[in-house]
């Protein structure tokens, strides 16, 4: 029997624009304290925007260079992209196809995914399984983007002030010593398909004049998913792939979790029985970033030295669909 190569992390990186908007900016655009719930109840103190002229793929092309610069290899070296967002520069063609360009991988297949906010852990999983199905995949991109900032209406204080842009990269290898990504879970509850999202631009409903001017096109939080959803899925994704692991909850030694309410991971935490300082958490300086936060969150540990060899580290994303992705990871090398 053909053993299944493993795959694993071999350099990570991110990127977020230039400019930063701290949550006072808010207090004077709605002339009320915005400040105190984001700082007390959200953990963001403050998060970057794009410029007008910047693309998704622009956020993308820095991450993707230090994740190769630090997994040694170069855009020539590349033989698969993917790129997870929601937040694409076009419909079609993919946003794969102009970072491919960008970075002059001219040797890289591509082709985007979108499972909303749950996208860099299921690229990472795909990626993952093109590596153990085919040995001509050698070094794989994954991207997770998000440039949201161009989808928020800003009438709407409670959403609009969560948001952010950025991009986090990471380059998934064969694993040389058995280390890497041990298993993983998709889930997936298709009743909140119409809960939250971008509802304009594709067949359901075209952009118009008239859906534009009702605001249509833009981000739209239309029913509110169940507050404990999170604090009840990620401690049961975690459980169900530790069983199949031979783990326990206890022996993670770092938790990635999407960055969007502080109080969610910190009830998932809590759940778990595992301290709450296990989650690396970056939405106080970067906001919520969607597609881009849990390979942001592996990548700022990653720049800080936290990962060290043999860690065990598990990458739970969620967001619209319900989608939600889960993946346990043992650290390959150390930061």
């Not at 008239?210 to 994704?237: C, D, M, Q, S, Y």
């Not at 700022?300 to 993946?327: E, N, P, T, W």
């Amino acid at each position: 029997m053909t053993e299944v190569r493993r795959a694993t992390i071999k350099g990570t990186g991110m990127y977020v624009p230039e400019k930063i908007i701290k949550n006072d900016y808010f207090n004077k655009m709605y002339n009320k304290d915005i400040d105190t719930f984001l700082k007390e109840q959200r953990n963001i103190f403050e998060r970057h925007y794009m410029e007008p002229n910047q693309t998704t793929s622009d956020l993308i092309i820095p991450a993707a260079q230090e994740a190769m610069k630090n997994a040694g290899i170069t855009a020539k070296d590349l033989d698969l992209i993917v790129v997870s967002t929601d937040t694409p520069d076009y419909i079609s063609p993919s946003t794969a196809a102009v970072v491919q360009y960008k970075l002059q991988a001219t040797n890289a297949g591509t082709f985007d995914i979108n499972t909303a906010c749950a996208g860099f852990v299921a690229a990472v999983d795909l990626a993952s399984k093109y590596i153990a199905a085919d040995s001509k995949y050698k070094n794989i991109l994954v991207v997770g983007a998000y440039a949201m900032s161009k989808w928020l209406n800003f009438d709407d204080f409670k959403i609009a002030t969560l948001f952010a842009d950025g991009a986090s990269a990471a380059i998934i290898q064969p694993s040389t010593d058995n280390s890497g990504i041990l298993d993983s879970q998709l889930y997936t509850d298709g009743q909140y398909h119409d809960y939250m999202g971008i509802y304009a631009g594709g067949s359901y409903m075209p952009v118009t004049h008239e859906v534009i001017e009702k605001k249509g096109h833009l981000l739209n939080f239309a029913k509110k998913i169940p507050i404990e959803t999170n604090g009840t899925h990620w401690p049961r994704l975690t459980n169900m792939i530790c069983d199949r692991i031979h783990r326990k909850p206890s022996d993670i030694n770092h938790f990635m979790l999407t960055q969007i309410n502080i109080n969610s991971i910190n009830e998932a935490m809590d759940n778990l029985k595992v301290p709450r300082t296990k989650s690396h958490n970056v939405m106080d300086r970067f906001g919520y970033t969607g597609s881009a936060a849990v390979g942001m969150c592996l990548a700022d540990a990653a720049r800080v030295h936290k990962l060290k060899k043999g860690d065990l580290i598990f990458m739970l994303g969620s967001g619209g669909g319900l989608s939600m992705a889960a993946l346990a990871m043992e650290w390959s090398y150390d930061t």
